[in-house]
Antibody
């Protein structure tokens, strides 16, 4: 079955760290561009990070310098290391795959995990 | 940065209605625009990519149109399972991905 399964969410204090994982199955993970997208409760979707097939990484300004995305193709796994966490980082974090060429503008999110909840609170 | 404005933010409609949701970009993005449906407690799911291409398995009552700066998602005849939140997403600005604010479609 083609799927993504996130884990690692939980409650963390402001300033703390957390590492999310995403296990991929049913497709060629090493050939896929992978992403993290988050959604605060009751709010919209926000792109958090991208890692390409060559392990090139990209972030929005809101998390740059605090979050690090990585991948381990041998384990079909995606990770998100989150440091210096803030209350504003509280959200459900989704692992997602794009199909298409994101440099040419044709990428679209065609596979999503069920998400893992991160709560930053004292 | 290219800004996306999605409207309306909420919409009440009845089963059988024709519904249109709009996304406007602050500058031309040709057809690099995708649409997603999200139901409560679930992950989003892709409906339309490249502004007008229907994803395999998505009912044909869903359609997308537009190019340049103005785009629409149309549901030709609402079904009970279509009540959800819909998002547009810009793919033009690689490697940045921008989502619209969302449109919550509720039953009248």
């Amino acid at each position: 079955e083609v799927q993504l399964v996130e884990s690692g969410g939980g409650l963390v204090q402001p300033g703390g760290s957390l590492r999310l994982s995403c296990a991929a199955s049913g497709f060629t993970f090493s050939s896929s561009d992978m992403h993290w997208v988050r959604q605060p409760t009751g709010k919209g979707l926000e792109w958090v990070s991208t890692i390409g097939t060559l392990a090139d990484t990209f972030y929005p300004d809101s998390v740059k310098g605090r979050f690090t995305v990585s991948r381990e193709n041998a384990r079909n796994s995606l990770y998100l290391q989150m440091n210096s966490l803030r209350a504003g980082d509280t959200a459900v974090y989704y692992c997602a795959r794009t199909t298409g060429d994101f440099w040419r503008g044709t990428a679209h999110f065609d596979l999503w995990g069920r998400g893992t909840r991160v709560t930053v609170s004292s | 940065d290219i800004q996306m404005t999605q409207s309306p933010s909420s919409l009440s409609a009845s089963v059988g209605d024709r519904v249109t949701i709009t996304c406007r970009a602050s500058q031309t993005i040709t057809t690099y625009l995708n649409w997603y449906q999200q139901k409560p407690g679930k992950a989003p799911g892709l409906l339309i990519y490249g502004a007008s291409s229907l994803r395999s398995g998505v009912p044909s009552r869903f359609s997308g149109s537009g190019s340049g700066t103005d785009f629409t998602l149309t549901i030709s005849s609402l079904q009970p399972e279509d009540f959800a939140t819909y998002y547009c997403q810009l793919s033009y600005n690689a490697p940045v991905f921008t989502f619209g604010q969302g449109t919550k479609l509720e039953m009248k």
